[in-house]
């Protein structure tokens, strides 16, 4: 195993630097302000909160996930397909995130049956986080915990369950989380079983962030994933959250 793999393999995730091209991660950062390029969704006080289904909607975009693709090959000896892609934009004044696993909650399916959050699509989950724009500590950036490697049903114990994958106060309260600050370009690969916060975004700026979920399986898992989010019948926005 070599020194990346160790880091990753002791703590569930890992930062790299300077990955991704300036130029290409300007480009994407245009891209992303046109109007027809995925789905935005606002938070409850009308701020915009991140766009979805992106990753193949530009020339950059694509240019993007093949480059995170084979970077995932060649440092985790895996081959993943995209399951969520997300950029969230974090403006001026836009609210953080509670601690949270990803994926580990329950949601009822068109027929009423209850379902394993992201875990009906697979086992394994990496997610990577690319910076657009400079996350520091004054506009919120990702603060995260070693992963607890356990199964679904151990990490489920953990959480608030009610239909979001946030962990419940007497868990969060033991965990000491580390303030990843990253400058664009970089990435954070962290397994979806590492416990993550943030925090308001205190600076005048936005703070643009892409949050890609990469996973071992078929492609359309993909698309199954956003058919099953729109029939789920949970319409509240802890239905198949994030
Ligand atoms: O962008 C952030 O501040 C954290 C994002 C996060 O935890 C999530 O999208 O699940």
């Known amino acids: 195993m070599n020194k990346k793999q160790n880091n990753f393999q002791k703590r569930g995730f890992l930062k790299l630097e300077k990955q991704i091209d300036l130029h290409v991660i300007n480009l994407i950062k245009l891209d992303l302000k046109k109007k027809n390029i995925g789905t935005l969704y606002k938070d409850?006080?009308?701020?915009?909160?991140?766009?979805?289904?992106?990753?193949?909607?530009?020339?950059?975009?694509?240019?993007?996930?093949?480059?995170?693709?084979?970077?995932?090959?060649k440092i985790f000896k895996k081959k993943l397909v995209i399951?969520?892609?997300?950029?969230n934009l974090k403006p001026p004044g836009g609210g953080g995130f509670a601690p949270h696993y990803d994926g580990i909650f329950y949601f009822k399916d068109k027929k009423n049956n209850f379902k394993k959050g992201w875990y009906e699509y697979s086992d394994y989950f990496l997610n990577v986080l690319v910076a657009l724009d400079k996350c520091t500590k004054k506009n919120g950036s990702i603060e995260i915990s070693k992963w607890n490697d356990q199964k679904f049903e151990n990490l489920y114990e953990n959480t608030k369950k009610n239909g979001s994958p946030e962990l419940n106060k007497k868990?969060?309260?033991?965990i000491k989380f580390k303030l990843i600050e990253l400058n664009p370009g970089d990435i954070l690969f962290f397994s979806n079983k590492c416990p993550h916060k943030s925090k308001k975004n205190l600076s005048n700026t936005s703070r643009l962030t892409l949050y890609y979920t990469y996973a071992e399986g078929k492609k359309e898992?993909?698309?199954?994933?956003?058919?099953?989010?729109?029939n789920s019948q949970n319409k509240n926005s802890k239905s198949l959250p994030g």
């Open 221 to 230: 898992i993909y698309k199954r994933y956003f058919i099953d989010k729109k």
């Open 44 to 73: 409850n006080k009308g701020k915009p909160r991140r766009i979805e289904n992106i990753y193949n909607k530009s020339v950059n975009l694509n240019t993007l996930n093949r480059i995170i693709t084979k970077l995932i090959e």
């Open 83 to 87: 399951f969520k892609d997300k950029c």
């Open 171 to 174: 868990v969060a309260k033991k």
